[in-house]
């Protein structure tokens, strides 16, 4: 495809100027909350971002004269592969743009049609910047949910499909080890409410973490789902009832008041994850909870959780003739147009993975499984 000057030229010589200017006006993504961005990188593979020796540390320690356990060499040569990159197109087509000229004929100011040509280039520039930094709140909340990155074909129809991506999160319970019983009445379930303890599933989570491995949660991390069901367990309402930091005693269970009870005994509080994304495929959108699925509270530590890693864009290296550029949150942005077929193109890229840095000091716990994660 040949590229040639943006139609909106006299306006996209500064693109990089708009995106600094216009940075508020982007959607604000999930994935800062836990992660924080690396420098850019000229190479980037799975086996940086989850880390060569934490993948090469994951041999099994077997008595002398045993044999080797066999490991799957698919799985080694998909954590050696290089990270794709994410992509996302939009195009003004030829329709668009004789609405264009019908306004640009039409008996207007300059500053109207400065106006408006910014308000066209923008659109497209802060749709495929979100786009992108959507993938990588999908990833984000994948990782933190469940430990793993699972990029198939319905998360990602029109792509690569590595597959599942293991972040090598060791610690992942099932709600037997969680609840330190055996009995399935005390599951987060909303048939439960009235036996489930979730307060001293938390409490016996953390001590046992404290005690055992050395490690402070601060955080528990679920779905809104998941805490309304927490928050009309019998427990949390009795244990709330008299305690002179919440207002309204039981009869407001709210997170604010559940999280004085667990930070005045302590304890890590809890904090909801909502993040939504939207699927495209065949033209049509579907959204998504990228958080794996309700059942899974994450106990964390303190501070960011990890890093996104990312590399340079090889046209940030060798830039293409009449193609104008900008970054905007690490995603780069280009522009261009094309005579035929006819189109104004801009694109978003960047490759990026998240790297799971609190890998050892993290519990996935599986709320509604009584033996099995």
Known sequence: MSRVQSLFNKWTTELQFMVDENMDALKEPFFPRYFRMGPPKNNLTYATAIGRSRIEAAASVVEHGSEAPLRSRNYLDLVSGKVASIKVKRKMDEQEYRDW????????????????????????????????????????????????????????????????????????????????????????????????????????????????????????????????????????????????????????PSLGNLNAYLAANDLPVIELVNVRASIESDGKLTSIDPWADKKYVTFVPAGDLGVIHNSIAIEQVAPVENVDYAVAGNVLVSKWSQTEPFGEFTRG????????????????????HQTTF
């Open 101 to 252: 000229l019908t306004l640009q004929n039409a008996q207007t100011t300059d500053d109207l049609m400065k106006q408006r040509a910014i308000e066209l280039i923008w659109e497209d520039v802060e749709y495929v910047t979100n786009s992108v930094r959507s993938r990588v709140d999908i990833m984000a909340a994948q990782a933190l949910s469940k430990g793993e990155i699972t990029i198939d074909s319905t998360t990602n129809p029109d792509g690569v499909v590595p597959g599942t991506i293991d972040l090598l999160v060791k610690n992942k319970i099932a709600s037997n080890t969680l609840t330190n019983s055996t009995s399935a009445d005390r599951r987060w379930l909303s048939t439960n409410t009235s036996t489930a303890t979730p307060i001293a599933d938390i409490q016996h989570t953390a001590r046992q973490a404290w005690k055992n491995k050395g490690i402070v949660f601060d955080r528990v991390l679920m779905t809104p789902e998941k805490f309304w069901i927490v928050q009309s367990c019998d427990e949390v309402q009795n244990l709330l009832k008299g305690f002179v930091g919440v207002t309204n005693g039981s009869f407001n």
């Open 349 to 368: 890229e960047l490759a990026a993975f998240p790297g799971l840095e609190a890998a050892d000091q993290m519990y996935i716990a599986n709320t509604e």
